[in-house]
């Protein structure tokens, strides 16, 4: 067998170009063969395709990479949870743009590692300008934000509790009930003190409860407040806490995975209005931005406050390489390779602008309402309350949460729509995030008649199989 070609170089793109076609060809296939948002007959039955697929994964001769793309992209398209479908929607499982996930087959074909210069000379000056730029749509009164590319809310929410640490020791941290787990998750790996959690009755943090927490809890303190929480996509009262943390000399992060991207929306940045004054927020754009994950964003108000995640390797960062003027890297994560994530994030940002962005956001957010008004109308569902953000939580009226999880169940086991599940006021609920700016009205009634039509089969004791 000839030996491979690569993806790089002058002779990559003539390459790529029909194993591309492949590429493409199998995901069209595969979605069709689909039939819906997600492969029906449940875990065995996909866990049993896949290993039809891919039996032997190692062959003593390769099938060649033309056979290989085929099968292997075509049975994991048809086994695959498809954000793009208007009825996959439990998540905050964003589905990506086209031209971003074009962009990261660019990265991947480059393939800089953002840990040296020498290795992403470019990159690493288009991840400075990008991650520049988001930082001043977060700090923009600030003269020197700075922000990191992480794997996502969960690594810049870790980042933040270290960060806090290296500023002030063991804090103690303040967590409302409506936090992400991250949180509670980053204090045990970091060796902090477990979480104080203060109670979030109607979704959102109780500032009466943080007050007293603040006065009779000894500090120092980091406050985590929340910008869309993964339940409700409900948002804290930023600067009612930030005012909090002001007057007991407490830090703030504000956890932003999910509202963040409201800053480029004229009409809906004054919900997360206050963010601003966090010592940290966390961003995540492969949720409300429509990337390919991974996109996470840990922004901070002044570039020196991540001066403690310098780290020293001599192969990567000698000091007179530095002091020659090559950029040091290391100090932009705790990963050592890393992938150019900031392309798709640039090229996503450029292409779009801010009134592109806008309009996506605007969107989507009136396709949440739109859900919310055919609840709202419909004498057999509840709503929970109107969406914050995208996020409609509904449940069939009357029904016991059994039959609320049972519905959810047999929706994902058939294939016909992927929701998720939320606990709130002492019940289940089905929860749609709403995320895909091509679902229709016609689109979000069909999903309803589904709900309906099933929550009266498992009612009357006969689910479909």
Not at 158 to 171: F, N, S, T, Y
Request: net charge negative; charged share 15%.
């Amino acid at each position: 067998m000839p030996t491979p070609p690569l993806a790089g170089g002058t002779t990559g793109p003539a390459a790529l170009r029909p194993l591309l076609d492949t590429v493409l060809t199998a995901l069209h296939d595969g979605a069709q063969q689909r039939h819906g948002p997600l492969p029906a007959g449940g875990p065995q039955t996909v866990t049993d395709h896949i290993h039809q697929a891919t039996h032997p994964l190692i062959p003593d001769h390769g099938t060649g990479p033309h056979h290989a793309l085929r099968t292997l992209i075509t049975a994991l398209t048809q086994g695959a949870a498809d954000p793009a479908h208007p009825h996959c929607t439990a998540h905050l499982h964003t589905p990506p743009l086209a031209l971003a996930a074009a962009a990261d087959l660019a990265a991947s074909a480059l393939n800089p590692s953002m840990d040296s210069w020498d290795q992403a000379p470019a990159a690493s000056t288009l991840e400075t300008d990008t991650t520049t730029a988001l930082a001043a749509e977060i700090y923009p009164h600030q003269p020197h934000p700075d922000a990191l590319i992480t794997t996502g809310g969960t690594e810049a929410n870790q980042l933040a509790l270290l960060l806090a640490r290296e500023r002030h020791g063991p804090v103690q941290t303040l967590t409302g009930a409506n936090a992400h787990h991250s949180i509670t998750r980053a204090a045990w790996l970091l060796g902090l003190p477990e979480p104080h959690t203060i109670p979030a009755p109607t979704g959102v943090m109780d500032l009466t409860a943080l007050e007293e927490a603040l006065t009779h809890h000894p500090g120092p303190h980091l406050v985590t407040a929340t910008a869309g929480t993964t339940d409700t996509g409900q948002i804290d009262p930023l600067d009612d806490i930030a005012d909090l943390c002001t007057t007991h000399g407490a830090e703030l992060h504000i956890d932003a995975a999910y509202g963040g991207p409201l800053l480029f929306s004229p009409t809906h940045r004054t919900k997360i209005h206050g963010l601003d004054r966090a010592h940290s927020v966390t961003l995540d754009l492969h949720k409300l931005g429509w990337q390919p994950a991974s996109a996470g964003i840990l922004a901070v108000p002044d570039h020196h406050h991540l001066h403690p995640l310098h780290h020293h390797a001599p192969y990567l960062n000698a000091h007179d390489d530095t002091q020659a003027g090559l950029p040091d890297l290391l100090g932009r994560s705790l990963r050592t390779t890393r992938r150019p994530d900031a392309l798709k994030i640039a090229v996503t940002l450029q292409a779009l602008g801010r009134t592109g962005l806008a309009d996506l956001i605007d969107h989507t957010i009136n396709t949440a309402h739109q859900l919310a008004d055919l609840i709202t109308h419909n004498p057999t569902l509840d709503l929970y309350q109107p969406p914050t953000i995208t996020t409609v939580l509904f449940r069939p009226t009357n029904a016991t949460d059994h039959t609320v999880a049972t519905v959810r169940r047999t929706l994902l086991t058939t294939g016909q729509a992927v929701l998720g599940r939320a606990h709130a006021d002492n019940r289940l609920w089905l929860k749609a995030t709403l995320l895909n700016p091509h679902t229709t009205r016609h689109d979000l009634q069909t999903l309803l008649d589904l709900i309906t039509h099933l929550t009266h089969t498992v009612q009357k004791g006969n689910p479909p199989r």
